[in-house]
């Protein structure tokens, strides 16, 4: 059976994608920063809990160690974790931000690669935002311009270029960024809008179980691919 990982899976979107892929058939470990709310969330759902703290190393390392003891690969790995970083800006918050953000992708996309390598069919998908497109923070009919979130901005920007960087230097895994769509969550609560998640992990699952045949180095929402 396919073997995925999702970060930050207690809740939210990456809660929903795990109870897709499980839905689908898929070996599914959720993993979270906080043991409590990931064992629990995982016995909901009849996943497998992995502890895993995306601004961690050792957290990192061990998760993947877990995972290769199990079931020596990696099919699916869903990059969910991720922070918003709205209020007032300084250099702690930008730091917290980018490092759960954008150099969390690189922790845990480094540490997974020898498992994915191992598989067939490998997919990496980025929970990204067009927040960090240049082409819709710029556009007056898109949502995002008036969006006052520079960090989470600029982080998903980062976010999205190293999942292209990384689609080109690992052409036998797919790696798509996700535009997943404006989602009702924690993280937007203050801002009172969006779909629910459920919808948005349809569009992840999408990514999540393309074929051989399927594209890499993209950014994408449901109706395909974005500019950015």
């Given at each position: ?59 990192v390392r061990n998760a993947l160690a877990t995972i290769d003891a199990a079931e020596g690969r ?66 007056p009919d898109r949502p995002e311009y008036h969006l006052p979130v520079a960090l989470y901005s ?32 924690d993280m937007t609560a203050a801002f009172g809008i969006g779909r629910s998640p459920e919808e ?29």
């Amino acid at each position: 059976m396919t073997v995925a990982l999702i970060t930050g899976a207690n809740k939210g979107i990456g809660f929903e994608t795990a109870r897709q892929l499980l839905e689908l058939g898929h070996v599914v470990y959720l993993g979270a920063r906080d043991v409590e709310r990931g064992e629990k969330a995982a016995a909901e759902l009849g996943a497998r809990f992995v502890q895993l703290d995306v601004t961690d190393d050792a957290s990192v390392r061990n998760a993947l160690a877990t995972i290769d003891a199990a079931e020596g690969r990696l099919d699916i790995l869903v990059h969910n974790a991720g922070v918003l970083g709205d209020g007032p800006i300084d250099g702690p918050k930008a730091l917290r931000v980018f490092d759960t953000n954008a150099v969390g992708i690189v922790r845990v996309t480094e540490a997974a690669l020898p498992l994915l390598r191992k598989s067939s069919n490998a997919t990496v998908v980025t929970v990204s935002s067009s927040a960090g497109s240049f082409w819709a923070v710029n556009n007056p009919d898109r949502p995002e311009y008036h969006l006052p979130v520079a960090l989470y901005s600029a982080s998903k920007a980062a976010a999205t270029m190293l999942t292209i960087q990384y689609a080109k230097a690992e052409p036998s895994i797919k790696f798509n960024a996700l535009e997943p769509g404006t989602t009702a969550t924690d993280m937007t609560a203050a801002f009172g809008i969006g779909r629910s998640p459920e919808e948005s992990a349809e569009v992840v699952v999408r990514l999540a179980t393309l074929g051989p045949d399927g594209p890499t180095g993209t950014l994408q929402d449901e109706a395909g691919e974005l500019p950015w």
